[in-house]
């Protein structure tokens, strides 16, 4: 029976426009997301609505609405526009718009728009054969590009334009749009269902569409002719995946499971729950943000690395994106999963907060500033003993405020690299004590 409903939605689904392309925006009102840029009053949406728009590269993730914003500076604007494609597009068709371009200019003054799209796919001769008919001002170009610019766009091209960055469309973004397509569909949903949906599609709207388009179809086949009202299982069967539990409780729950998985030394465990996250549409970066909370709290000096590794996961998460950077996550995770554990450089900036917080203290005379003119003459740095004078890089002198002298706050734990942390602190305490509690060179053997 359910091949019989997939045979139908499909055969509804081939005799219309996808929904995508029937929804597409025309004014800037309608388009949902990049408050950012196109919001009222904000620099994008002033320049389209001025027609005053000079070269821009738009930069974001797919189905961010990239390719719409363009169509939509198509319909507002006086000047040509004209649309290439860099995937098909080749050096030749380029040059035969920039002759059109420099023609319509002479004949009728009409400056043209050349929107390329995927513009990260032209190689370097292909971006240099437009940087003369950009640098003149014969052209205005819309570059749009998944990739970071930085790296696909050659520096001359780029440094011509005006870089804008589309971010990925939040939930209430996504919400709008799917309650927009459901109204276009004459469809109703459950709640549930389009909570779903909106976790996983990551924030690309043109996936939201397309999925939820697939889900109704679903739905009006099993009705037959009635009122169409998509449920979770139509969601997942659109989307062919089974939907998790992953509410506000779920949400912490998991991330709890996750971060005591990592400090238990548990990297099957660890790996597990961050696929779970990702599997329930977890935001990648709040991800990494736990990670990298996580390398100093639970592993701090134990592995130094640890917190290097788990920076880098998440400069990956913003510069990689999904579904590539879900390995990033995955090494970082493993990493510190498998790391020894302390959790000392966490305790002891807790105990200095409550030092200082209690007790107080003023800065020692001999620490402070004495660069400054007239330092000197109020007696600041004054007995100040510098410790690379001495062999051994350290020279006996009173740092913490009198308050709290002697108190230690941290301690090191005696695993991984925070063993020999502690025993340098050891042998600098011994230092301290033989010059606190001399003993005669023969009794000290």
Request: aromatic share 6%; no cysteine.
């Given at each position: 029976?359910?091949?019989?409903?997939?045979?139908?939605?499909?055969?509804?689904?081939?005799?219309?426009?996808?929904?995508?392309?029937?929804?597409?925006?025309?004014?800037?009102?309608?388009?949902?997301?990049?408050?950012?840029?196109?919001?009222?009053?904000?620099?994008?949406?002033?320049?389209?609505?001025?027609?005053?728009?000079?070269?821009?590269?738009?930069?974001?993730?797919?189905?961010?609405?990239?390719?719409?914003?363009?169509?939509?500076?198509?319909?507002?604007?006086?000047?040509?526009?004209?649309?290439?494609?860099?995937?098909?597009?080749?050096?030749?068709?380029?040059?035969?718009?920039?002759?059109?371009?420099?023609?319509?200019?002479?004949?009728?003054?009409?400056?043209?728009?050349?929107?390329?799209?995927?513009?990260?796919?032209?190689?370097?001769?292909?971006?240099?054969?437009?940087?003369?008919?950009?640098?003149?001002?014969?052209?205005?170009?819309?570059?749009?590009?998944?990739?970071?610019?930085?790296?696909?766009?050659?520096?001359?091209?780029?440094?011509?334009?005006?870089?804008?960055?589309?971010?990925?469309?939040?939930?209430?973004?996504?919400?709008?749009?799917?309650?927009?397509?459901?109204?276009?569909?004459?469809?109703?949903?459950?709640?549930?269902?389009?909570?779903?949906?909106?976790?996983?599609?990551?924030?690309?709207?043109?996936?939201?569409?397309?999925?939820?388009?697939?889900?109704?179809?679903?739905?009006?086949?099993?009705?037959?002719?009635?009122?169409?009202?998509?449920?979770?299982?139509?969601?997942?069967?659109?989307?062919?995946?089974?939907?998790?539990?992953?509410?506000?409780?779920?949400?912490?729950?998991?991330?709890?499971?996750?971060?005591?998985?990592?400090?238990?030394?548990?990297?099957?465990?660890?790996?597990?729950?961050?696929?779970?996250?990702?599997?329930?549409?977890?935001?990648?970066?709040?991800?990494?943000?736990?990670?990298?909370?996580?390398?100093?709290?639970?592993?701090?000096?134990?592995?130094?690395?640890?917190?290097?590794?788990?920076?880098?996961?998440?400069?990956?998460?913003?510069?990689?994106?999904?579904?590539?950077?879900?390995?990033?996550?995955?090494?970082?995770?493993?990493?510190?999963?498998?790391?020894?554990?302390?959790?000392?450089?966490?305790?002891?900036?807790?105990?200095?907060?409550?030092?200082?917080?209690?007790?107080?203290?003023?800065?020692?005379?001999?620490?402070?500033d004495a660069h400054y003119q007239g330092a000197a003459s109020l007696g600041h740095g004054e007995g100040y003993r510098y410790p690379h004078d001495d062999p051994r890089g350290w020279v006996d002198q009173q740092y913490l405020?009198?308050?709290?002298?002697?108190?230690?706050?941290?301690?090191?734990?005696?695993?991984?690299?925070?063993?020999?942390?502690?025993?340098?602190?050891?042998?600098?305490?011994?230092?301290?004590?033989?010059?606190?509690d001399p003993v005669p060179a023969e009794q000290d053997e």
């Open positions: 029976m359910s091949d019989l409903f997939a045979a139908a939605a499909e055969e509804r689904l081939e005799r219309r426009q996808p929904l995508a392309a029937r929804m597409r925006p025309i004014r800037l009102d309608d388009i949902v997301g990049q408050k950012h840029l196109l919001g009222p009053g904000k620099p994008l949406r002033s320049l389209i609505e001025a027609d005053r728009l000079s070269s821009v590269v738009l930069w974001g993730p797919a189905g961010t609405g990239k390719t719409t914003l363009a169509r939509v500076v198509a319909r507002s604007t006086s000047k040509q526009f004209v649309q290439l494609s860099a995937v098909t597009a080749t050096v030749k068709d380029v040059r035969e718009e920039i002759a059109k371009a420099r023609q319509r200019l002479g004949e009728r003054g009409q400056p043209t728009i050349l929107f390329l799209d995927e513009v990260h796919r032209f190689n370097k001769a292909q971006q240099d054969s437009l940087l003369p008919a950009v640098e003149n001002g014969l052209i205005t170009l819309i570059g749009a590009t998944t990739e970071n610019p930085y790296f696909e766009v050659n520096a001359p091209l780029l440094s011509r334009s005006t870089l804008f960055r589309l971010e990925p469309l939040d939930d209430e973004a996504i919400g709008q749009l799917l309650a927009r397509g459901l109204e276009v569909e004459g469809a109703t949903a459950d709640p549930d269902a389009m909570d779903h949906l909106i976790a996983r599609v990551g924030g690309d709207g043109r996936q939201s569409l397309t999925a939820l388009e697939v889900a109704v179809a679903l739905a009006a086949a099993r009705v037959d002719g009635g009122p169409i009202h998509v449920e979770n299982e139509d969601v997942e069967a659109a989307l062919n995946v089974k939907a998790f539990r992953y509410g506000r409780d779920e949400h912490y729950d998991t991330i709890s499971a996750f971060i005591k998985s990592i400090r238990g030394s548990d990297p099957d465990a660890a790996v597990y729950w961050l696929a779970r996250m990702l599997e329930a549409g977890e935001d990648p970066r709040f991800i990494a943000r736990r990670l990298m909370v996580h390398a100093s709290e639970d592993i701090g000096m134990a592995d130094s690395q640890a917190l290097l590794v788990a920076s880098a996961a998440a400069h990956a998460v913003e510069f990689v994106g999904l579904p590539e950077a879900r390995i990033n996550l995955s090494h970082a995770t493993v990493y510190l999963a498998t790391a020894p554990k302390s959790n000392r450089a966490y305790m002891a900036i807790n105990k200095a907060q409550e030092a200082a917080r209690t007790a107080g203290g003023e800065v020692g005379t001999h620490l402070r405020p009198p308050e709290v002298a002697g108190r230690r706050f941290y301690e090191p734990k005696r695993l991984g690299d925070e063993s020999e942390i502690a025993d340098r602190m050891n042998q600098i305490h011994r230092w301290r004590h033989q010059l606190a």
